[in-house]
């Protein structure tokens, strides 16, 4: 399980890339991380609920027909989350901090070593 911060700075580089709803969230997460990191959305949801109340995301709802629906069929919703610029500026903070933190451990393990290389 990741830390808050480090959950926080993903979800928020994702929509640094432009709106995005949860599922897709979810998906581009596991995408690239290869399949090493899952947000769950027992995760995920709470997080974008408390990002959302501190401003750092700002929502919309939209609604989503199926191509196979009639035409007087209800649709489902969909909330779309996109990056406030109180967003942006807390993940530009949250990149430096997570920067300085790799320098510094860094400087005690170093770069990542080819297996071979020990």
């Given at each position: 399980m990741l830390p808050r911060d480090s959950t926080d700075?993903?979800?928020l580089s994702l929509l640094a890339d432009g709106p995005r709803y949860g599922y897709s969230i979810s998906k581009e997460v596991a995408a690239r991380s290869d399949g090493r990191l899952k947000m769950t959305p027992g995760v995920l949801y709470p997080l974008l609920k408390s990002l959302e109340a501190d401003g750092l995301v700002l929502t919309e709802w939209e609604e989503v027909k199926s191509d196979r629906a009639e035409e007087s069929a209800d649709g489902r919703r969909r909330k779309w989350y996109r990056l406030s610029a109180k967003g942006r500026k807390r993940l530009d903070q949250?990149?430096?901090?997570?920067?300085a933190y790799r320098a510094v451990i860094d400087?005690?393990?170093g770069p990542a070593r080819e297996e071979s290389a020990r």
């Open positions: 700075l993903i979800v949250r990149i430096t901090a997570m920067r400087a005690f393990v």
